[in-house]
């Protein structure tokens, strides 16, 4: 059974870090380039960031470019997003999601197998 799992999420104080990690079952998660993905309560999808199945080349939103960085450990089928300098609007369910595996890109449209997300609440 393909899937994906994330975890990593929680209560954050603003400028605190949280590191999110999505295992993969069922596949091999080096075949796919993979993007984190988020979502606020009455706002759309948007794109965190996203890494090849290659090189490890990243993409990383503006919003979130300096502070988050996403890796790969393809021998524990896992990748992660670190994330630091957390604000409140980071607050959202943080998704991942497969694409094609050189496939760089931040649009969800363009991803298939997604996990069922882990909240991320920054407050103090």
């Known amino acids: 059974q393909v899937q994906l799992v994330e975890s990593g999420g929680g209560l954050v104080q603003p400028g605190g870090s949280l590191r999110l990690s999505c295992k993969a079952s069922?596949?091999?998660?080096?075949?796919?380039?993979i993007g984190w993905f988020r979502q606020a309560p009455g706002k759309e999808r948007e794109g965190v960031s996203c890494?090849?199945?290659?090189?490890?080349?990243?993409v990383y939103a503006n919003s979130v470019k300096g502070r988050f960085t996403m890796s790969r450990d393809n021998a524990a089928n896992t990748v992660y997003l670190q994330m630091n300098s957390l604000k409140p609007e980071d607050t959202a369910v943080y998704y991942c999601a497969t694409t094609l595996p050189l496939l760089l890109t931040l649009n969800w449209r363009n991803y298939n197998y997604w996990g069922q997300g882990t909240q991320v609440t920054v407050s103090s």
């Open positions: 890494i090849s199945s290659s090189d490890g080349s990243t």
């Open positions: 069922g596949f091999t998660l080096d075949q796919y380039a």
